[in-house]
Structures are given as C-alpha cells and as structure tokens.
C-alpha cells in the first residue's frame, strides 16, 4: 500500500498503517526502536535517509510523526518528551517577548503554569477568555499584538466547548493563529485542522499512548511555513521524544479508534448513572443536551469522550471522601489510559490555579472512564459516593 494510498484512507487504517513501511531489509511489520544517538555517514554529509543525529531526526520518532500527522490530516506532526515540551517548544517558534496570548479561563493547570509563570516573565502577556464565549474571545484579542488564540476543547477539567472553526475565523481576522489542544477529544473524536485550526497540540501521554506508560508531546501543524518554525525550534530546543517512547505512542495509536468507542460507551453508561444520582448536584458531559456546548460539540466531535466531570452534595470533603473510597476507579492523575481515574482537580491537577481566575470548583471530581466492564465501574460508583457525606 503505498503512502499516498494510506494518506486518503478511513483513520483506523491510518493508524494502523501510515508513518511506516514494512522494513526494506528484514520485512518488520512494525517500526524497530531505533536507539542510536548518530548516524553512519557514507562520506562526509553522505546521510542515509537524511538522519545524522537523533535530537534532529531518529526514525521511529519520524514513524510516530508521519502517523499522527496523518490521523490529524496537518502537513507536518512534531513529537515531543511531554505536552508541555510541545508547547513550549510552540510558544517560542511562533511569539516573541512582547507579544499576546488568549487562553482559555479554565485552562489546564500545567499550560496555564507555562505561560503565566515561564512565558510571562520571558515576555509574553496572555488574557484569559471562555473558549465558549465568541465575544469574549473576540474583546480579548489585542488587535496587531495577539500571536495565538489558545484553546482546549473539550476544557481540562471543566469540558467547556470552544466552536473551531468560528473561532478560526476570529483568529485569523485578527491576524492571530488559532491553536488546539486537541488532547480530550484525541484526533478520533476531532480533526481541529480540517475545522480551519492552525496547529494541534496533544499531551500522547493520554488518549494517543492510551496505557499510561508513556509521557510524551505533539504538535501537528496545517502549514509548511509553520511546520519550517517548529523544525527549527523542536531541534534547536531539544525536547525531542526517545525512540523507545515514539514507539510506545505509535503503538497506542494503532488502537485509537477501538479505544476511544469504548471510552465513549462507558462514559454514556457513567454519565446516566451520575445523573440519576441524588448526591450528584451536577453532571458536565458535552453528550447531555443540557451542556451549553451540546451543539458545537455536536457538529465537530465524532462522540463526545471518555472524560465526565461531576459535582457532588456535601462540598468539597465529601468528593475528597468519593475519590478516596474509590477502587476500580484508580485515585491518581492523568487520563486517556485504559484503566479508569478518579481525581479532585482543585487540589491536584489544577492545584496550580488556586486562588486565580481559573480555579475550579471545591466540590468537583473529575473521572477518566476507561474501557473496563462498564458495570463494574458503576457499582464502584455507587458504593463511593454511598448515601452522602459522613
Ligand atoms: C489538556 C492537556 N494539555 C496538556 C497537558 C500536558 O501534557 P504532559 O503532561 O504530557 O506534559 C495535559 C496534561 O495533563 C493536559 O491534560
């Protein structure tokens, strides 16, 4: 199959098969870990497919960033050693000191971390706007000095819906670039580039590894001149993913579209028992009709995603109480792994915006459904959260 045949099929056959062709001399059906820092060079600058030191190029990392340049149908993918490798790495290719951001008010906490306490003091301002809100986006933009309109959708934790490609339009009218952070909805559920996006970030640590045994970063870019600019920086900077790890995300994205289905599945199951629920207050799922984001999230995602967010009776010690007596539902960090998490977002993964406009609720839980027996999960549920707060 050649690559211009894969680049124009359905996304499971992409990623089981674009980024790679079967290895010339042994026949592999899968990339080898390439774990060699230098090149043999046949006569000086006689490269071999172009690879003469591992920062700059390592074949199993080119495998990974073919793949997921193709899933996320952009010109060029980059990957990293984390998330926030991508976007630091991002942030410096495409502003200089003096330049504006607009961030999303509920940012994840890491990004946020980046921009107001690296960024800012390297140069750069940022405004926060809800990534729902057009006007509000809009009113933020500093005309002739906003670079980048910076948005998740769905949000971390909070799964706000920023619409794609009006907000492409306003970026672009402003003269800004808009870039996604596509890392919720995984490049199965959304295609931010094909919606007009400039550039897609991912944390593969998540849904593209898909086994929390990985932590890893990509960028994936619509245009050459961008593409040029990232190069540049993903090797002048360095944070480069390592073979053994590009290999690990390849791996995981051979099952995206398997995985992702039955993230979708259990998380409509959660979501129904969650709602039933009498210490439940809130449920924030983009499939409810009752999300205000319902629509947008409609028209641009394939399903609406593994993660639900919840608020529960009883404040903030009783969803301290429903994370700590969880047990299918593992107390930790992260998502997009195979196995289920259960985290208290005010004071973990967002513990860095206390006190900030982006702080998140005290009473809020933040589940990562993974792709165990659905039922299970629900009893799990059902005996945490017990007949409310002790
Ligand atoms: C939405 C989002 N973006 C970026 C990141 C940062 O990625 P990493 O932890 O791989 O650096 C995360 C991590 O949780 C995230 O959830």
Redesign the pocket.
């Known amino acids: 199959m050649t690559q211009e045949h894969r680049q124009k099929s359905g996304f499971e056959t992409r990623a089981i098969h674009a980024g790679y062709e079967p290895d010339e001399a042994t026949g592999a059906v899968i990339p080898p870990i390439y774990a060699t820092s230098t090149y043999k060079q046949d006569g000086v600058g006689g490269l071999r497919g172009g690879y003469e030191y591992s920062r700059s190029g390592n074949p199993t990392r080119t495998a990974l960033e073919g793949n997921l340049a193709a899933l996320e149908e952009g010109e060029r993918a980059f990957a990293f050693a ?6 630091d790495t991002l942030l410096r290719a495409l502003t200089s000191p003096g330049d504006h951001l607009v961030i999303p008010d509920d940012a ?1 906490g ?2 946020f971390r980046l921009i107001d306490k690296v960024a800012v003091p390297w140069g750069l301002a940022h405004s926060p706007a809800p990534v729902s809100d057009l006007d509000a986006v809009r009113a933020a933009i500093r005309p002739g000095t906003t670079k980048i309109v910076w948005i ?1 959708t769905p949000t ?1 934790p909070l799964l706000n819906i920023g619409d794609i490609e009006a907000l492409a339009t306003v970026a672009h009218e402003a003269g800004a670039l808009l870039v996604v ?1 596509n ?2 909805a995984s490049p199965y559920l959304q295609q931010p580039l094909t919606l007009g996006a400039d550039v897609v ?6 849904y593209c590894g898909g086994h929390s045994d990985v ?3 990509a960028l994936v870019v619509r245009d050459l001149e961008v593409a040029e600019r990232v190069a540049f920086h993903q090797n002048a900077m360095g944070a480069v993913a390592g073979p053994f790890d590009a290999w690990l995300v390849l791996r995981g994205l051979k099952t995206l579209g398997v995985r992702m289905d039955r993230h979708c599945d259990n998380a409509e199951k959660v979501v129904d028992f969650l709602v039933a629920h009498p210490q439940v207050s809130d449920v924030i799922y983009p499939g409810l009709e009752t999300h205000p984001g319902h629509a947008v999230a409609s028209k641009q995602m394939k399903r609406y995603g593994g993660i639900v967010s919840f608020r529960v009776r009883g404040g903030e010690q009783h969803a301290l109480d429903v994370c700590g007596k969880a047990e299918v539902f593992t107390l930790g ?3 997009g792994g195979v196995e289920s998490l259960i985290e208290h977002p005010g004071r973990m ?1 967002h513990a860095s915006v206390a006190g900030t406009d982006l702080e998140v609720p005290s009473d809020l839980i933040r589940l990562s459904v993974g792709i165990e027996t659905a039922d299970d999960l629900i009893a799990d549920l059902e005996r945490s959260l017990g007949d409310g707060p002790a």
């Open positions: 984390s998330g926030l490798a991508a976007e994840y890491g990004t998740e971390n952070d890392t919720f970030v991912h944390s593969t640590t998540k932590v890893g970063g960090e992260s998502l993964t």
